[in-house]
T-cell receptor
């Protein structure tokens, strides 16, 4: 059965900290993995990863895929309160992870 | 990228009634999807809305409870029928881009059933 597992489930940090969110997948015919940020209702797109070892960056956020380990990480450096959200990873087959709830306190 | 307008953004409904949620996409898309997010949980796929044919439902979801329409390539509706408090959730629609890999989401509908 296809599944996606994210860890940790919840994370509480202070502004300025760096966090690493993990996503592990077991999906047949895997093609791509996507990261989304969900603040209120609708998730917003962050990254799509298809190739192993190629880091994608956007400001303080970066992500990389490891097809050997069947996993991906999302890094956020110098966290801000505005980074507080649920971070979801999703495979191209619409298998959703449980999400990681990140809370950043001033 | 696609922009999806979803409405209503929220509603409070009485037990036993039905609510229809609409999603309008600003471009033609092949695949549209409907999800539910119950409090404290991740998104769960309800069904895939196919244009010109019946929706494909995931395990645990049935057409009688969640009828879906997809009359054209830019529009879809989800109806939550005979509602109970357990149906209180966020309902989201999404559409896939031309490669069927990247998803764009509607703004969501917060449903509360009393």
């Amino acid at each position: 059965e296809d599944k996606v597992v994210q860890s940790p489930l919840s994370l509480v940090v202070h502004e300025g900290d760096t966090v690493t969110l993990n996503c592990s997948y077991e999906v047949t015919n895997f093609r791509s993995l996507l990261w989304y940020k969900q603040e209120k209702k609708a998730p917003t797109f962050l990254f799509m990863l298809t190739s192993s070892g190629i880091e994608k960056k956007s400001g303080r956020l970066s992500s990389i895929l490891d097809k050997k380990e069947l996993s991906s990480i999302l890094n956020i450096t110098a966290t801000q309160t505005g980074d507080s959200a649920i971070y979801l990873c999703i495979t191209d087959k619409l298998i959703f992870g449980t999400g990681t709830r990140l809370q950043v306190f001033p | 990228s696609a922009v999806i307008s979803q409405k209503p953004s929220r509603d409070i409904c009485q037990r036993g009634t039905s609510l229809t949620i609409q999603c309008q996409v600003d471009s033609q898309v092949t695949m549209m999807f409907w999800y539910r997010q119950q409090p404290g949980q991740s998104l769960t796929l309800i069904a895939t809305a196919n244009q010109g044919s019946e929706a494909t439902y995931e395990s645990g979801f049935v057409i009688d409870k969640f009828p879906i329409s997809r009359p054209n390539l830019t529009f879809s509706t989800l109806t939550v029928s005979n509602m109970s408090p357990e149906d209180s959730s966020i309902y989201l629609c999404s559409a896939a881009d031309a490669t069927n890999e990247k998803l764009f989401f509607g703004s969501g509908t917060q449903l509360s059933v009393l």
